[in-house]
């Protein structure tokens, strides 16, 4: 069985710092991975995704994710924090040859960036 | 612009109502999804849609129905509401059965049962 573990269920973080937010992931085969960001009050959005090829992926609105397959790691940052980043952050896996239900979420992380 | 919306933003309901949570899409695809979110837990899937009166059980079914009449249209429905079963709702769909291709996700409908 698959699964998204976010170790973290609050990342605090000043304005203009780097900001890190961390998932691992245990998946048969080579997983196809997503950060999703969600809003107060709002649905879901689509941040950035890793398919294949290059370990760093660059998403929306200044994101990026790298994948580490050795430690099962796709980690999201950001160089420079905004508060508007504000916000829950999740992460989801999903295993090649699957049905599309078969995509799995984290259990989140609410990011806080401090003015 | 893509777009998912969802019926009601907020919904109050008494245990033993019958509740239909609505979810419609304009981007023409074929799967959809009905799932909850409660804090700690993330998003858990309820019930899977990949074509008109197609459905599969989700995860957490137990409780709930679904009814897909028309592509764009996927309902979820709560025969007898009861207290846990408030949370919030997310309606999602994506365009084909490709692995790698994103969701979309509706606004939300927070339900209370009371």
């Known amino acids: 069985a698959q699964s998204v573990a976010q170790p973290e269920d609050q990342v605090n973080v000043a304005e203009g710092n780097p900001l890190t937010v961390k998932c691992t992931y245990s998946v048969s085969g080579n997983p196809y991975l997503f950060w999703y960001v969600q809003y107060p009050n709002r649905g879901l959005q689509f941040l950035l995704k890793?398919?294949?090829?290059?370990?760093l992926v660059k998403g929306s609105y200044g994101f990026e994710a790298e994948f580490n397959k050795s430690q099962t790691s796709f980690h999201l940052k950001k160089p420079s924090a905004l508060v508007s980043d504000s916000a829950l952050y999740f992460c989801a896996v999903r295993a090649p040859g699957g049905s599309a239900r078969q995509l799995t979420f984290g259990s989140g992380t609410q990011l806080t960036v401090l003015p | 612009d893509v777009k998912v919306t969802q019926s009601s933003r907020y919904l109050v309901k008494r245990t033993g109502e019958k509740v239909f949570l609505e979810c419609v899409q304009d981007?023409?695809?074929?799967?959809m999804f009905w799932y909850r979110q409660d804090p700690g837990l993330g998003l858990r899937l309820i019930y899977f849609?990949?074509?008109?009166?197609?459905?599969e059980k989700g995860d957490i079914p137990e409780g709930y129905s679904v009814s897909r009449e028309k592509k764009e249209r996927f309902s979820l429905i709560l025969e007898s509401a009861s207290t846990n079963q408030t949370s919030m709702y997310l309606c999602a769909s994506v365009r084909t059965a490709g692995e790698y291709n994103e969701q979309f996700f509706g606004p939300g409908t927070r339900l209370t049962v009371l």
């Open positions: 981007m023409d695809h074929e799967n």
């Open positions: 849609s990949y074509d008109v009166k197609m459905k």
């Open positions: 890793y398919i294949t090829g290059d370990n």
